[in-house]
């Protein structure tokens, strides 16, 4: 475990309020879910750490979820796979498969409501598929068939983004839980990007328009406009959180850098243990969860992020400072 007496953080005097906060109160210590927390108004960056392997190894997968009940499915482990694995904070299970496999796909929801979109089948896909925490349905297809796009919001309220159709695509779509309709239109048009938010409130940065980008955009539920650029230029990031409070990691070229994001700028978080790209994001900036990838082959290696800041990781129940 890190050592956080390194962080040149001032700790608040402490009250072991017992409880998970969902607001945490400055200097309250409670546990959930195997680890202590301590509530904080500083932000430090966070930290990853291993956690449960994939059952299959693979790249240009998707995520949702969260860091307890995660899901992942479809992308490539040699061939265009169906496979669906959900976790529950320590390891992964078999799901139900995908009806279409696909690679280059994109996701968002729960692990008992997920969503995935689009996608690579041999040709660029419009499919949509809706998970119920045990198997897959037919949902709306996409009005633009486009691979290498990202998702953000819920199964009844999506958020689709970008891609490549014919070219770089700066296409957004929005999902009422049965059918897509067009949202407005990226100012980047762009391709293996990262996304986080919802339906009224998203977040989409990186990606490739001809050359790798560092544009953030934000989304209002009718437009997008122009986010605080990324410090580092990224295709293929994972990326998870929401609007306000972000998370974007890895990417082509194999980075381990981590970058979180305030609503109006990106700062470094802590690296990955396992430098990456074209993996799947889930959870939230405090509480976040990366998988599979390529390393130059396909990865199963999950990891777990956890910040000092709001939601301040303490130390593992199994562990301590």
């Given at each position: 475990?890190t050592?956080?007496?390194?962080?040149?953080?001032?700790?608040?005097?402490?009250?072991?309020?017992?409880v998970?906060?969902?607001?945490?109160?400055?200097?309250?210590?409670?546990?959930?879910?195997g680890?202590y927390?301590?509530?904080?108004?500083?932000?430090?960056?966070?930290?990853?750490?291993?956690g449960?392997?994939?059952?299959?190894?693979?790249?240009?997968?998707a995520?949702?979820?969260?860091?307890?009940?995660?899901l992942?499915?479809?992308?490539?482990d040699?061939?265009?796979?169906n496979?669906t694995?959900e976790?529950?904070?320590?390891s992964?299970?078999?799901g139900g498969n995908l009806?279409?496999?696909?690679?280059?796909?994109s996701?968002?929801?729960?692990?008992?409501?997920?969503l995935?979109?689009g996608g690579y089948?041999g040709?660029?896909s419009n499919?949509?598929?809706?998970?119920?925490?045990?198997?897959?349905?037919?949902?709306?297809?996409?009005?633009?068939?486009?691979?290498?796009?990202?998702?953000a919001?819920?199964?009844?309220?999506?958020?689709?983004?970008g891609?490549?159709?014919?070219?770089?695509?700066?296409?957004?779509e929005?999902?009422?839980?049965?059918?897509?309709?067009s949202?407005?239109?990226?100012?980047?048009?762009?391709?293996?990007?990262?996304?986080?938010?919802?339906?009224?409130?998203?977040?989409c940065?990186?990606?490739?328009?001809g050359?790798?980008?560092?544009?953030t955009?934000?989304?209002?539920?009718?437009?997008w406009?122009?986010?605080?650029?990324l410090a580092?230029?990224r295709?293929?990031?994972g990326?998870?959180?929401?609007?306000s409070?972000?998370?974007?990691?890895?990417?082509?070229?194999y980075?381990n850098?981590?970058?979180?994001?305030?609503?109006?700028?990106?700062s470094a978080?802590?690296?990955l243990?396992?430098?990456?790209?074209?993996m799947?994001?889930?959870?939230?900036?405090?509480s976040?969860?990366?998988?599979?990838?390529?390393?130059?082959?396909?990865s199963?290696v999950?990891?777990?992020?956890?910040?000092?800041g709001?939601?301040?990781?303490?130390f593992?129940?199994?562990?301590?400072?």
């Amino acid at each position: 475990m890190t050592d956080y007496r390194d962080a040149k953080y001032t700790f608040p005097t402490v009250t072991f309020s017992g409880v998970a906060e969902s607001s945490p109160v400055e200097g309250n210590i409670w546990y959930d879910s195997g680890k202590y927390y301590l509530g904080t108004s500083q932000s430090i960056a966070g930290v990853w750490s291993s956690g449960g392997n994939l059952g299959t190894a693979r790249t240009t997968l998707a995520g949702a979820g969260t860091q307890t009940a995660g899901l992942c499915m479809g992308g490539n482990d040699g061939s265009v796979s169906n496979v669906t694995e959900e976790y529950n904070g320590t390891s992964w299970s078999s799901g139900g498969n995908l009806a279409t496999a696909r690679s280059y796909i994109s996701g968002c929801g729960t692990q008992s409501a997920g969503l995935c979109m689009g996608g690579y089948t041999g040709s660029n896909s419009n499919v949509t598929e809706e998970y119920n925490g045990t198997a897959w349905s037919g949902g709306g297809n996409l009005g633009t068939a486009r691979r290498a796009l990202v998702g953000a919001g819920t199964q009844s309220a999506g958020l689709c983004m970008g891609g490549y159709s014919d070219a770089q695509s700066n296409v957004t779509e929005e999902y009422d839980g049965s059918a897509w309709s067009s949202g407005g239109n990226l100012a980047t048009a762009r391709n293996s990007l990262a996304g986080a938010g919802t339906q009224t409130a998203g977040l989409c940065m990186g990606g490739n328009d001809g050359s790798v980008l560092d544009v953030t955009e934000e989304y209002n539920g009718t437009a997008w406009s122009a986010g605080g650029a990324l410090a580092t230029v990224r295709n293929y990031p994972g990326g998870t959180g929401t609007q306000s409070a972000a998370l974007c990691f890895g990417g082509a070229g194999y980075l381990n850098s981590t970058e979180q994001y305030d609503g109006t700028s990106w700062s470094a978080g802590g690296n990955l243990a396992t430098a990456r790209s074209e993996m799947a994001g889930a959870g939230t900036q405090s509480s976040g969860l990366c998988a599979g990838g390529t390393t130059g082959s396909d990865s199963n290696v999950t990891e777990e992020y956890d910040t000092i800041g709001t939601y301040d990781l303490l130390f593992n129940a199994v562990g301590g400072l």
